[in-house]
């Protein structure tokens, strides 16, 4: 079981900039590949950014390309997610997540455990 704890939300004017974290309690965190996904209200949840469980691979959605950038320590074993130019349609829900597979995805339906997500508000 891994649980995940997302920090780092809040409110934010168009154009600023947010960094999200999501602490894992996973002695084998390094194994895991971690997903940030964001749901808007009324929307379905939406894949962000990924990364591989070495940190060498990462890939994003088109929508925060050259905006958001995925890392991780994994001797904290922490994934962030460093927001740029952020505009009101970022505004959401966001939730780190854990793929027991070493691989990068963005299908929302491999990855095995979720935080409980933090909300990011952008005002313009």
């Known amino acids: 079981q891994v649980q995940l704890v997302e920090s780092g939300g809040g409110l934010v004017q168009a154009g600023g900039s947010l960094r999200l974290s999501c602490a894992a309690s996973?002695?084998?965190?390094?194994?895991?590949?971690m997903g940030w996904f964001r749901q808007a209200p009324g929307k379905e949840r939406e894949f962000v950014a990924a990364i591989s469980w070495s940190g060498d691979n990462t890939v994003y959605a088109d929508s925060v390309k050259g905006r958001f950038t995925i890392s991780r320590d994994n001797a904290k074993n922490t994934v962030y997610l460093q927001m740029n130019s952020l505009n009101p349609e970022d505004t959401a829900v966001y939730y780190c997540a854990a793929d027991r597979s070493p691989s990068t995805t963005a299908r929302r339906t491999a990855y095995d455990y979720w935080g409980q997500g933090t909300q990011v508000t952008v005002s313009s």
């Open positions: 996973a002695r084998t965190f390094s194994r895991y590949a």
